[in-house]
């Protein structure tokens, strides 16, 4: 099992979240959250170095099983990119996941997913 | 005391079948009174405009919030730009081509009424920008129908074009001294403060447009929650306290019937509030926030033809005919599928009708007395309710022709459905590359 998190962004989640639902993939968590990635460019404000602003971005939590995993990366990949790819379309993090439990059914494992 | 409410009832339409036109430019004194007030109304009116971004804004989706809210700003701009320029001009000069229209040169920029005094005793000014507040919130009205799909410069000069050519003749038609609604029958079609000209010509056009653009991508299928019902809901408030300009500023005046308008506002209001509630209690079993401000709505828009002549039982069962109504048509809405986003038609085109029909049988009996007086034979109900119908229908027919040729014109050029892409990504982004509820952002 793992659990894929991806970070996206904020006019990509309707085109990620229809092509995820059209590979089968429809159990995922949304939020929306702030960051910013590689900003090289620490901007001065009245002469005071100061951290590059925050920017809105969306993030998908997918827990999924082994056999999962390629589609569901292709599928973000192949939605959040704009155009050939651009600068902040985002990152996808695959963590190894311990446990999964359906809180209803104290069911656990890869059919709890 | 009958005799000295007709005889009042009189003279204020004496007074606005002057007013209408300005012409008479003899030294008339301004009346402080009446200017305060419709200084206030004239401002009361533009509130609306904020109010119905915030009630539209807060009913889309967190990604269409902007653009939406956009819409009701934008016809700020755009209109107000228009109507000094020619808006006024076209609506409220001397007929031209038969009395389809309006037109003064010495209206153009205002640039002829410096100095005028109406003979309501208010400078010009205050009724030019009073009356251009009218103009100003009926397109953004229609925007709640095709919500959440049209491409902003597209939608900007669909309510140019809308205002010069369907606003304008309408309200040269019920509103203007020489028009011939205002002169249909003894005593005129009856529309106070806006239902043809403001709810129905904007409401039919919704339905026009909704049908013309066809539904939004995954509509019905997929549920599209409002973004934010608290934001609608004081949107809600400020178009109920704004409509107290609209209404009782609509009189021209500062007396007798500003308060008979301003009271029956107050309890359609209500009671279309109460019915509606009423309905979602025995309906669902649960009062909505939404369907109280629904019921607002319905309320206002079915008094606002009637402010003037209904007395306030009239007022509380147009109010809840309205409701009921309107409640009837958004159900009907779901059965055949098209997508009023936001009810613009069920809400204000239904509730316009249902208003400037039904009122017909609340009129005040003084109103019906003096109507019967000035023709030989008398005049009945169902005579003024001809008139009515009348007025309604043209209003319709009219409305519903040149909306789909403006749609068609504007859709072959500029382009007004958004392309799938955009209407995925949201208005905010793909239209004005911002976003809204920037504040739950971190920073």
């Known amino acids: 099992m793992k659990l894929i998190t991806a970070i996206i962004q904020t006019d990509r989640l309707d085109h990620v979240r229809e092509a995820l639902i059209q590979a089968d993939i429809t159990r995922i968590t949304v939020s929306r959250v702030a960051g910013h990635g590689r900003q090289e460019d620490i901007e001065y404000y009245r002469g005071q170095k100061i951290a590059p602003s925050l920017l809105p971005k969306v993030r998908l939590d997918i827990a999924v099983n082994d056999q999962f995993v390629d589609i569901t990366v292709d599928t973000i990949i192949k939605a959040a990119k704009h155009g050939m790819g651009e600068i902040g379309d985002g990152k996808i993090f695959i963590t190894p996941m311990e446990e999964c439990i359906r809180i209803r059914t104290n069911e656990r494992g890869g059919t709890a997913i | ?443």
């Not at chain 2, 339409?13 to 300005?22: L, S, V």
């Open chain 2, 1 to 443: 005391m009958v005799k000295k409410i007709s005889t009042s009832l009189l003279l204020v339409f004496a007074a606005m079948m002057i007013h209408g036109t300005g012409w008479a430019a003899e030294a008339v004194t301004t009346d402080t009174g009446t200017t305060s007030w419709m200084l206030t109304s004239t401002a009361l009116v533009l509130l609306m405009v904020p109010g119905l971004a915030m009630f539209y804004g807060g009913l889309v989706r967190t990604k269409n919030v902007i653009g939406t809210m956009m819409h009701s700003f934008a016809a700020m701009v755009v209109i107000g730009v228009l109507w000094p320029m020619i808006g006024y001009s076209l609506s409220f000069g001397p007929g031209i081509l038969g009395g389809f229209i309006g037109w003064d040169p010495k209206y153009f920029m205002l640039q002829g009424i410096d100095e005028t005094i109406m003979s309501t005793h208010i400078p010009e000014y205050v009724f030019a920008m009073f009356q251009g507040k009218f103009a100003i919130i009926t397109p953004a009205l229609i925007a709640g129908a095709f919500a959440e799909r049209v491409n902003f410069k597209g939608y900007l000069l669909f309510i140019a074009l809308w205002s010069i050519l369907v606003y304008s003749p309408i309200c040269h038609w019920v509103w203007a001294a020489d028009g011939f609604l205002f002169n249909l029958g003894p005593k005129g079609a009856i529309d106070f403060a806006g239902g043809t000209v403001v709810h129905i010509s904007s409401g039919v056009t919704a339905l026009v447009a909704a049908l013309f653009l066809g539904a939004r991508r995954g509509y019905p299928k997929n549920v599209m929650h409002p973004s934010n019902l608290v934001m609608t809901m004081m949107g809600a408030g400020l178009l109920w306290v704004g409509w107290f300009g609209f209404n009782a500023g609509s009189a021209i005046a500062s007396n007798l019937d500003t308060a008979r308008a301003l009271t029956v506002t107050q309890m359609a209001a209500a009671s279309g509030a109460f019915t509606w509630m009423m309905i979602e209690f025995l309906h669902h079993g649960k009062g909505t926030s939404l369907g109280v401000a629904s019921g607002i709505l319905a309320g206002l828009v079915a008094i606002t033809p009637a402010a003037g002549v209904v007395q306030p039982a009239g007022a509380f069962a147009l109010g809840a005919i309205a409701s009921v109504i309107c409640y009837l048509a958004i159900m009907l809405k779901g059965k055949l599928g098209y997508d009023d986003s936001l009810d613009a038609f069920g809400v204000h085109g239904v509730g316009g009708i249902v208003g400037a029909i039904f009122l017909t049988f609340f009129i005040r009996p003084s109103w019906m007395a003096e109507a019967a007086g000035k023709v030989a034979g008398g005049w009945t109900v169902m005579q003024q309710l001809g008139v009515q119908a009348t007025a309604v229908g043209i209003t319709v027919a009219y409305a519903s022709v040149v909306s789909l040729i403006l749609l068609f014109i504007v859709e072959k050029t500029i382009g007004l459905r958004i392309g799938e892409n955009d209407e995925m990504s949201g208005l905010d982004h793909s239209m004005h590359g911002e976003q809204g509820y920037g504040l739950i952002n971190p920073n």
